[in-house]
């Protein structure tokens, strides 16, 4: 993937003790903060992804965890004021930073030639644990968007954990699918932009059963997830993003986060009618269509015959 050219974003907050996880990793190299004799850093991060993968609280997921095997943990104390604003100086908040402003490019031109004006969302970046306008959240949760005060939440790690964890792409290609992990959380600002979260949410409410619910989540994901194929296609028609192999690890990436591949690798078995983000084949056709059609009409996720 191409993006040392990208404008760096100045919507950026580095809260990770001082701005520098030294790459791909915690600051100094260190982990969730999982005290000796609790659970091991694996099996959190196993436990995070799921749970951020279905809809599940992760906290919830790791504490019945700990209390089966006797351990504890610990949260790293909140700071109430990001440590640094603007693009950071290491090499993965760099890239993040990056990618953040050539999305604000991308969806600034698709925003005025809609007659509109985009309006960036802010990213966090941060370790361990943070507080934000959606509440306490663990790096456990993975990136998320929260509405309530228009920022994504990433801990970079995560991008780590994704390589390890998840096996989705190899060598320079992971980047690519990096990126579409943060075009995703964008598309929900996107969403929440022109009116649809909000929407979505109220329906949700009042949907009636957990069931209903999860289908009109399935459709929000899925619809943030051919946003980011919107981005992808925009940029690489301007800036010639896409590299040979970079198509194919998004895809490689958004298959091995399918409710169902992880479902069937949590318990064994499948349940459609838990799913929230939908399944591997639906996630990469979704994506796919916003790659391919680069058009916001094109991902209508909530027709009826759309899934």
């Known amino acids: 993937m191409r993006w040392e050219d990208f404008r760096q974003s100045d919507n950026v907050e580095d809260d990770r003790d001082g701005g520098d996880d030294g790459g791909y990793g915690y600051p100094g190299g260190s982990g969730f903060g999982v005290r000796t004799g609790g659970l091991g850093i694996g ?20 504490g019945g965890a700990e209390i089966i095997s006797g351990g504890s943990s610990y949260q790293q104390p909140y700071r109430p004021h990001p440590t640094y604003t603007g693009a950071p100086k290491d090499q993965a908040g760099q890239f993040v930073a990056a990618v953040l402003g050539n ?21 966090r970046l941060y370790a361990r644990a943070v507080q934000g306008g959606c509440g306490f959240a663990s790096a456990a949760m993975g990136p998320f968007y929260c509405p309530s005060d228009r920022r994504i939440y990433l801990d970079t790690s995560f991008f780590r954990d994704m390589r390890v964890r998840f096996n989705g792409c190899h ?15 964008v598309g929900h600002h996107v969403q929440n932009l022109l009116g649809i979260l909000p929407k979505v949410t109220a329906a949700q409410r009042s949907a009636g059963s957990r069931v209903k619910a999860n289908q009109l989540q399935v459709r929000l994901e899925l619809q943030a997830d051919c946003f980011a194929g919107v981005w992808a296609h925009h940029s690489n028609q301007h800036w010639k993003t896409i590299e040979p192999g970079d198509a194919e690890a998004a895809l490689q990436t958004a298959a091995a986060i399918g409710d169902d591949r992880l479902q069937r690798r ?18 990469q056709r979704w994506f796919t269509i916003g790659l391919q059609q680069g058009s916001v009409k094109a991902c209508n996720t909530f027709a009826e015959a759309a899934l």
């Open 43 to 62: 099996t959190v991060i196993v436990l995070g992804l799921i749970g951020w993968a279905l809809g599940i609280n992760p906290n919830l997921l790791i």
């Open 103 to 123: 999305t604000e490019d991308v969806w600034g031109q698709i925003f005025q030639a809609g007659g509109e004006r985009y309006q960036p969302p802010r990213l």
């Open 171 to 185: 060598g320079k290609a992971c980047e690519f699918a990096e990126a579409y992990v943060i075009a995703h959380e």
């Open 266 to 283: 949590a318990q064994g078995y499948v349940v459609p009618d838990a799913f929230t983000h939908g399944s591997s084949a639906q996630r």
